[in-house]
């Protein structure tokens, strides 16, 4: 399996960023990591050889890309509005920096999104933020509030919500969503979204599905029996919605 590391010093974010890419054609694949974690765990998890076989007849084709939640959205000596201001550059490096590279590398005009858990959250919020840009989004396990506590997993913003908050928080701004020209850009991606019956985001899963649903925008929900917010179901799962 074709297996490339990239790293350069991000415009946007200041500091060295790092990435891998597994393949050579097919459908652009953004793979967001879960929390605080790296762009190689994938490959440690199973994940990435799991679709081997797509990777290798040329179907898809993986970025894995690292993540800066330790200095955003999980860095909570910071206030939130420093930390929703740093994810947004993490947003320009995306958009900036990274889809370039997999357009020079790849011409397939195919571009989809996914994630685990806070990889899901990002792959979710970047596509839902810059529909035009996606053809499709798969999110695992993933919370699409990060202002509500569930469960063990708390309010990231501490009760703050600013415009920057609210607009990346896709079960905020969605159920409010009434721009035409947006909603139909919405309504040509594909959406799927998994999550386990015993997983801490289940109705914030089935909110989301709901509210997309009252817009007219088309998405599946799948609903796994069990926990399934770990390695071993979401490479079953990046086999079924990838």
């Not at 790296?38 to 970025?63: C, H, M, S």
């Not at 993490?90 to 996914?114: G, K, M, R």
């Not at 509030?145 to 569930?150: C, E, H, S, V, W």
């Not at 909603?183 to 914030?204: K, P, S, W």
């Amino acid at each position: 399996m074709h297996r490339e590391y990239h790293e350069w010093e991000s415009a946007a974010l200041g500091r060295s960023m790092q990435l891998l890419v597994f393949g050579v054609a097919g459908t652009r694949v953004l793979l967001f990591p879960t929390r605080k974690a790296r762009f190689y765990d994938y490959e440690n998890w199973g994940i990435v050889a799991a679709l081997q076989p797509k990777i290798e007849e040329g179907t898809l084709q993986l970025y894995c890309v690292d993540s800066i939640d330790a200095e955003s959205l999980y860095c909570l000596d910071k206030p939130p509005v420093e930390r929703i201001q740093r994810h947004l550059q993490y947003e320009q490096y995306i958009l900036d920096e990274v889809l370039p590279l997999t357009e020079a590398n790849n011409p397939n005009s195919s571009l989809l999104a996914a994630g685990c858990s806070m990889g899901a959250y990002h792959a979710v919020n970047l596509s839902f933020r810059h529909p035009e840009r996606f053809n499709k989004v798969v999110g695992m396990s993933g919370r699409y509030d990060l202002t509500q506590g569930m469960a063990t997993f708390p309010d990231l913003f501490q009760g703050y919500v600013d415009e920057n908050v609210y607009l990346n928080t896709p079960n905020r701004f969605i159920p409010n969503l009434a721009d035409d020209y947006y909603l139909e850009e919405l309504r040509r991606l594909e959406i799927t979204l998994a999550i386990g019956t015993e997983d801490a985001f289940l109705q914030d899963n089935r909110f989301l599905s709901a509210q997309l649903n009252l817009k007219g925008i088309p998405n599946q929900l799948h609903v796994w029996e069990g926990e399934a917010h770990n390695p071993l179901a979401w490479r079953h799962m990046v086999n079924l919605y990838l």
